[in-house]
């Protein structure tokens, strides 16, 4: 890097922080004042009691933990200003994934506002009073758990499938649903990541992508008493009662698009000499 470009990088992050904050201030003020969780309580009348019973209940679906915990952080919303400071952590969380999944993809890239672009849309969710925290909740949990895979994944591709095997199970019984969205995420970086050749790639993706069409499937079988359509989408906001047309959509495909963006980015960078020209060829 030449001198003077070294000013440029704290300039570049200052921004992002003070344009992050002060999106943030504003989603808050927003949930609280134009939104008002309390009216968000009175359509859903989400119920949480304290106690075993209450928890094991929940825990006889997919993606139990996550409503439990959410069941309980809704509550809040009889104070509106709580229960728009619980969506926005979330909202913020879900920001914040996906500044380390970039970073873990491709830790020299800078980032100005796409990471704001999921919050945005849970913006557009949480404006409809019958959109459960849960489902918001479920999807904070995949971005989680994919920043995980992305961090601890081995090189070998036996042990990032035994991996992978376990992450998504224990998803699928904490959030249900959304361990599809961490599947497909898995899959893709599988495709782009550098290492093996494209046929061991290719043949780990889909491998990552059987599992994920078995495990609602086994856990059906010899867990959970439900229908194969809740087994496979319980959690995920596009079968919420309510209907809203393109957010969740939008939602669940951006960390799709964001993923191989990210590893062609990377690719495209290593290619280059750090003053901007294009390496050599090794010859």
């Known amino acids: 890097m030449s001198p003077d470009q070294e000013p440029v990088r704290p300039n570049k992050d200052f921004f992002r922080l003070g344009t992050t904050l002060g999106f943030f201030i504003l989603f808050y003020i927003y949930i609280w004042k134009r939104i008002d969780p309390a009216l968000a309580y009175q359509d859903q009348e989400p119920v949480f009691f304290f106690g075993g019973a209450f928890f094991r209940e929940c825990l006889n679906q997919p993606g139990g933990i996550v409503k439990y915990i959410s069941a309980f952080l809704s509550q809040f919303y009889l104070y509106p200003w709580a229960g728009a400071l619980a969506v926005t952590a979330v909202a913020w969380l879900c920001a914040q994934s996906v500044l380390w999944i970039i970073k873990g993809l491709n830790g020299s890239r800078r980032v100005q506002v796409i990471h704001l672009v999921p919050a945005i849309l849970l913006l557009m969710l949480h404006s409809n009073a019958k959109h459960p925290l849960y489902a918001s909740a479920g999807y904070l949990s995949a971005l989680l ?31 249900g649903g959304p361990f599809l969205l961490f599947s497909l995420l898995c899959f893709m970086l599988e495709l782009f990541r550098k290492g093996p050749s494209v046929f061991i790639r290719l043949a780990t993706g889909l491998f990552f992508l059987l599992i994920a069409v078995a495990i609602p499937f086994f856990f059906r079988e010899t867990v959970f008493m439900m229908t194969l359509k809740t087994a496979y989408t319980a959690l995920l906001p596009l079968v919420q009662n309510y209907r809203p047309v393109f957010a969740p959509a939008l939602l669940y495909v951006f960390p799709f698009l964001l993923v191989p963006a990210e590893c062609l980015v990377q690719k495209m960078m290593e290619s280059r000499s750090p003053d901007g020209k294009r390496k050599p060829d090794a010859s």
């Open 145 to 175: 758990f994919f920043n995980g895979f992305i961090r601890f994944a081995p090189r070998k591709s036996i042990f990032r499938a035994l991996l992978f095997i376990i992450l998504a199970a224990l998803l699928y019984l904490l959030a």
